[in-house]
């Protein structure tokens, strides 16, 4: 028996909550690590996990075991990074997930200067606006917009993204261009960002001058992911609040206007997230440290177009008592 790949097994079982998904972020078979974690236990002597059709549960002999050789296994790592931090070169696989208008937007335009800076490390890019699991998917950091909730997690705050809310130049010929907030509340088509988690609509927020107001009205369509949401805009099916950055080329291009410019929405906050008992290795800490330094800039991106929504004809009075 490989006592040490037993263990990397046996720890992954546990934090994957299962046989399958701990086979899959290991690359094995489920019979290979089901294999391995039988003989662990024949070695030891001892049950570490409960086997039921439907789940698998830690012993109290397993829980203890886990928390041993996570620590081995940690100090193993360490051991090695130790090597690669005093030759200066950090490596390694990397898992990652990220939203999709950030990847596409931010993230992967800026990563070919983390891969000229840290060839050695390998990166899993997962892309999703569905909140991930990081310890059963074995995710090493998530990059995140929005309020934290879960105490179990660290975070770095990576800077903050200028929200707009826009349309296309044909909507507002045909609907006319709102003034005030509360006019999307008048014959406007609303396409809302809905979350894959909840199944709520995000509601439209607006703030001028420490004034901020909320518009919750029946949409017209919903969407659940950030580039399918502003692509929805983009073919004209009604009105959007999206991160300025996701916009900037169809606000350059003219496809998009800005509307309700003097009540854009705070700053979105956006954060680089790992788990609180996740040992951060010396791969991770540079991508951390990374983000932290390129993402600002990046994030605050979006030159807007000199055309502006007044250019836009207010719509013939026959639009103008439309509803959702």
Request: overall charge positive; glycine content about 8%; aromatic content about 8%.
């Amino acid at each position: 028996m490989d006592q040490l790949l037993a263990m990397r097994a046996f720890a992954r079982v546990v934090e994957a909550g299962g046989f399958t998904r701990a086979a899959d972020s290991l690359d094995m078979p489920i019979a290979t690590v089901s294999k391995l974690v039988r003989e662990l236990e024949a070695h030891l002597g001892v049950s570490l996990l409960q086997r039921t059709t439907r789940r698998v549960t830690v012993t109290p002999e397993g829980q203890d075991y886990h928390a041993k050789c996570t620590r081995i296994l940690r100090d193993l790592e360490d051991i090695d990074a130790s090597f690669n931090l005093a030759r200066g070169r950090p490596r390694g696989h990397l898992r990652i997930d990220v939203g999709g208008s950030t990847a596409r937007d931010v993230l992967i335009p800026l990563l070919p200067d983390f891969v000229a800076r840290y060839p050695d490390i390998r990166i899993d890019l997962g892309v999703s606006d569905r909140p991930v699991d990081l310890i059963g998917d074995n995710v090493d950091c998530v990059i995140r917009g929005g309020p934290l909730e879960s105490s179990s997690l660290v975070s770095r705050r990576v800077g903050e993204a200028v929200m707009i809310t826009c349309a296309t130049p044909g909507y507002l010929k045909h609907y006319g261009t709102p003034a005030y907030p509360d006019e999307l509340k008048n014959g406007h088509r609303l396409v809302s960002y809905v979350s894959s988690q909840t199944g709520r609509a995000t509601p439209f927020r607006f703030e001028r001058g420490g004034e901020k107001t909320e518009i919750k009205v029946e949409h017209r369509m919903g969407v659940n992911e950030s580039n399918a949401h502003l692509a929805a805009c983009v073919a004209g099916l009604g009105i959007v609040q999206t991160f300025a950055y996701a916009a900037a080329s169809a606000l350059r291009d003219g496809s998009l206007v800005e509307i309700l410019k003097a009540w854009r929405p705070a700053p979105y906050p956006f954060h680089v997230v790992y788990p609180q008992n996740r040992h951060v290795t010396h791969r991770l800490r540079v991508f951390i440290d990374w983000v932290v330094e390129v993402f600002p800039g990046r994030l605050n991106e979006g030159k807007f177009p000199t055309k502006t929504a007044s250019s836009y004809a207010r719509p013939r009075t026959r639009h103008a008592g439309r509803t959702g």
